[in-house]
Every structure is written in C-alpha cells, then in structure tokens.
C-alpha cells in the first residue's frame, strides 16, 4: 500500500524515471560482454531501464498534483 501511495507522487515518478535513464545509459556504455549471449543480454537490459524510464517521465508529467 505505501508503494502504491509513493507512485501517485509526481517527483517520485520523476526520480524512478531519471535513475532508470542513468542505469541504462551507464550499462550500454561501461558493460561490453564479449560473447553473443552476454551482447543480447546487454541489450535487452539497456532497452528494459531506457523504456522504465520513458513510461515513468511520461506519467509524472501527466500528473497534475505535485
């Protein structure tokens, strides 16, 4: 119930959304697997945090109480 309380928050929101935009970032630049597996694997988790992070932005500039 708390965390369901802390997501209708616009600055919390905000935060998940721009920590989740440096964590992606920070994993496609700073990991470089050498197998084709561990490229993929990268991958997936770059797109996983960058789309968190849009979805996350975009609902906080959607909500209109601060």
């Avoid at 919390?12 to 990991?31: D, K």
């Avoid at 490229?39 to 609902?59: A, E, K, P």
Wanted: charged share 15%.
């Amino acid at each position: 119930m708390f965390l369901r309380n802390r997501l209708k928050d616009r600055k919390t929101l905000m935060n998940i959304g721009l920590v989740c935009l440096i964590l992606g970032n920070a994993a496609h630049w700073f990991l470089h697997p050498t197998a084709r597996f561990g490229q993929g694997l990268v991958d997936g988790t770059f797109g996983l945090l960058i789309g968190i992070s849009i979805g996350c932005l975009l609902m906080s500039l959607r909500r209109t109480e601060s």
